[in-house]
Structure formats: C-alpha cells, structure tokens
C-alpha cells in the first residue's frame, strides 16, 4: 500500500504496512502475545558477572547504555566527520547525530518486531565510539598507518569495542560489544540471520582475527536480532541523510539519482524500508527485506559510492591534506611515546586523560604497546582538536585546512 504527497515539483511516494499485519501487531499487542524473539534479560554475558547486575530500575542493557553515554570520548561525536569535513555549517551531520538517528530508527523497527530496545539502544549509540576524525577516510589513513608500523589492522567498529572494553573497561555485556563490532554498515544483506556467540572467549578470537586481517571484519555477524536490525539501520540511516548533505554543500542535487523501488529521497528511504522490512519480519528467526527493496536498497547505495563518496571534491583535500597531516603526527607522537617525552600530548592529552577518567584496572594503560596508543590517541581525536595539534606540532607546516565558511 502505498500513499503519495507532492513536494513542490516532486512526488514523494510512503509505503504502508499491509492492513493484515497492521491488524496482527494490533491485535497481538492487546491480546499480550509474546514473540519470543527479544532477547531476555537474564542470559546477558559480562567478563565479570559479579559486577552490574541488573535491578528493576537499572536492567542489564540500560546499565551498558548508562555507561556508553557516560564514556568521555561519547561527547566526542559531535566534532566527527560523517562524510563532509572542512565545512562551518552546523546543518551537516555529525556522528552524533548520526548515532542518534540509528538508533531511532532501529527501535521503530524492534518496537514493531517486539524485540529488546534497550539492548538496540546500546548497540547503536555505542557503534561508532572508536572511530577515527574525518570519516572513512581518516579510518583507511591510519589503517595504512598501523599495518605498516607493526602488521595489524584498524577497523572502526573493532575498535569501538576495544573503546568500551578495554581503554575504558567498562564490563560492557557480550550481546552489546558483538552488535558493535558486527554493525558493518557496508556490506548489505537481504536477510540477516543471527549467529550467537556463547562466550568471551570465542569474541575474543573473532576481534583478534579481525586485526590480523581486516577481510575477517566482513564476515562478523550479530549474536542477536538485535544486533541485526541494528546493521540494517545503520545503512538506512546515512543512505538519504548523507544524500541531503551532499545537496548543502553543493557536491550534487537529489535528481541527480535514478528513482528506485525505495525512493530517492530521505524521507521516503527511511520509510519504505522500515515498512518493508517489518512486513517481512515480523515473527520471524531472521530480520529481512523483499527482493525489490533490496535491490534498490543496494543500487541506491552504489549511486551513493559514485556520486558522493568517490567525488573528486570530497576526496581531494582527504588525499592531499589529511594522510600526509596524519602520517607526520603518528610518527612525531610514535617518536615521543618512545623517547618518554613527558610534556608530549601523548602523555598530557591521552594516557593521562585515560587514567584519570579510568583508573582502576589491572595492567597500567601506559604499558599498551606504543603504536597501539598512537592508533587509540588519534583515533580517538575530533576533526577539530586534530587540526589544532597539528599546528602545534608542526607550527611551521605549509599543510593547513582551510574550512569553508557559510558565506563562502
């Protein structure tokens, strides 16, 4: 079922839930029917499960979310580039933003499928923690970096897990970290089956596979459907917003992108791929769209590739300015971290910030492998803070980011 309304010159086209499931979720809702797919509660899996136990007023995935939203580097979304970086404009998005946005829309769905929100909401705001400033570009750059220093991997989600896990260890559940880690908004599928992970130990083994060769990341799969409604959501989630900002900035308009079974615009993508994927899931072991809206899903996606995220104008100032920008900062920070230059940033701005906010652990956080503190130092930067130790680092750089003012 499909209703229209009419934007200016454009048609916009919303797609309804069937009035048969409409009446079913109606129906079992007054009727209490439980659908056994949520996951419950009470086989949450914690490394130590003396701590955080649940209450009535704290239940267990409430206590992750708590705890995601409380870890200092959580204020740092908001500086964070999404795909647009260098612009003075506050009507592009953020990763803070982002986050939320994900998490919206992955709770209608689960609303919808009854599953754990709680357990969505944890996932989706916890996600995007560790990565990097100045998007995937920033994420590829210090990947490059990483791997020719010592042999191994940065991933932003694998490392959103090592954020909430061990540079802040936090006793994060599994169910959470494993939706973290397995959010890979990159690969598209049209049915996403859940693989549970029993222990830590198997979770373990998993992210270490993933440093050592980051092909692994792909084949990650969330333990819960939780965690799959949350994979889907990420891509719905930035496939028409990210759309719209490149229309702000000028990159391109929405006609540029061929009509598609899911719309072209933001509003009619969230939509329709909502619709789509409760009709198709609801009851059901597994969280899946039709054959259509994954199609379009995926051909919508591709526009996205050629049209924004391999522009020349988005790519250039990435390639020109920020690699070399982030290759001389890791070896000047390698460099002090070695040398035990205490007045470094390294040690000012980073060990001891983590120290301070998390002091009670087991090894000395300063006894991390050197690179591996370099990686979770700029990893962990604003687009903004790296451009100012930059600066300071290399005060007389001809490398300098120019943003682009409103007025411009």
């Known amino acids: 079922m499909v209703y229209s309304i009419k934007r200016g010159d454009t048609v916009l086209n919303y797609e309804r839930l069937s009035d048969e499931l409409s009446e079913k979720i109606k129906t079992d809702r007054e009727n209490h029917v439980m659908l056994h797919t949520a996951f419950p509660e009470e086989n949450v899996i914690r490394r130590d499960n003396s701590r955080d136990k649940a209450n009535i007023l704290r239940t267990a995935f409430i206590r992750d979310i708590d705890k995601i939203m409380h ?13 647009f ?25 689960g609303k919808a499928l009854g599953l754990n929100l709680d357990l969505i909401e944890a996932i989706a705001l916890g996600h995007d923690i560790g990565h990097t400033p100045f998007g995937h570009a920033g994420e590829e750059f210090l990947d490059e970096l990483l791997f020719t220093h010592t042999g191994r991997h940065f991933s932003h989600n694998i490392h959103s897990v090592r954020v909430l896990d061990t540079i802040f260890p936090y006793n994060i559940s599994l169910q959470t970290l494993n939706g973290i880690a397995a959010h890979d908004g990159e690969m598209e599928l049209l049915e996403y089956r859940p693989l549970p992970v029993e222990s830590f130990e198997a979770f373990d083994r998993q992210i270490e596979s993933c440093c050592i060769d980051k092909r692994n990341v792909r084949k990650l799969v969330p333990a819960t459907l939780e965690g799959c409604v949350m994979r889907i959501s990420d891509i719905i989630a930035y496939l028409g917003k990210d759309r719209q900002d490149a229309e702000k900035v000028d990159v391109l308009k929405t006609d540029a992108y061929e009509d598609c079974a899911i719309g072209t615009y933001n509003a009619e993508i969230i939509n329709n791929l909502i619709v789509n994927i409760v009709e198709n899931s609801y009851g059901k072991p597994y969280v899946k769209m039709d054959s259509v809206h994954f199609e379009a899903l995926k051909k919508a996606k591709a526009d996205n ?28 920070l390698l460099s002090d971290l070695v040398s035990g230059k205490k007045d470094s940033p390294i040690f000012t701005h980073h060990i001891d910030y983590v120290n301070q906010a998390h002091y009670k652990r087991q090894i000395p956080y300063e006894a991390t ?6 990686v979770d130092y700029i990893a962990s930067m604003t687009d903004d803070y790296f451009i100012d130790l930059y600066a300071f680092l290399f005060p007389k750089s001809d490398l300098k980011i120019v943003y682009k003012g409103y007025f411009d």
């Open 71 to 83: 870890c200092p580097y959580y204020n740092r979304y908001a500086d964070k580039t999404q795909v």
């Open 369 to 374: 492998e050197p690179n591996q503190l370099v």
């Open 85 to 109: 970086s260098f612009y003075k404009n506050d009507d592009i998005t953020r990763r803070g933003l982002h986050v939320q946005l994900v998490s919206r829309i992955a709770r209608t769905i």
């Open 305 to 332: 590739y050629v049209l924004i995220y391999k522009n020349d104008t988005v790519k250039a100032e990435m390639d020109t300015m920020v690699r070399p920008m982030m290759q001389q900062m890791y070896e000047k």
